[in-house]
Nanobody, 119 residues
């Protein structure tokens, strides 16, 4: 099981930027697909961005063009750079690690980091 610790959240004005980090431990980081999810109050958790073991990326339409997910396997870290932030980006952001084990997805989650976009 992977342990994940997010950081980098905070209060930012609309139009600002943040970089979230997620440090992983406890397993082989490079063998996991990594992702960022978010959950706003009263809403379901939703996918923000994912990056595969091979470096392929995918983004939710709501953040496409404004966000970049990246990973540094040497540092066991995945990042989410978010630019041009909007109030609707306000949410708790969670780091996710997943790999298939005998055909079954094995998921790990971080504790989340709060992002608040407000003037």
């Amino acid at each position: 099981q992977m342990q994940l610790v997010e950081s980098g959240g905070g209060l930012v004005q609309p139009g600002g930027s943040l970089r979230l980090s997620c440090v992983a431990s406890g397993s082989i980081f490079s063998s996991y697909n990594m992702g960022w999810y978010r959950q706003a109050p009263g809403k379901q958790r939703e996918l923000v961005a994912v990056i595969t073991t091979g470096g392929s990326t995918n983004y939710a339409d709501s953040v496409k063009g404004r966000s970049t997910i990246s990973r540094d396997n040497a540092k066991n870290t995945v990042y989410l750079q978010m630019n041009s932030l909007k109030p609707e980006d306000t949410a708790v952001y969670y780091c996710n690690a997943v790999r298939m084990v005998f055909g079954i997805p094995n998921n790990s989650w971080g504790q989340g980091t709060q992002v608040t976009v407000s003037s």
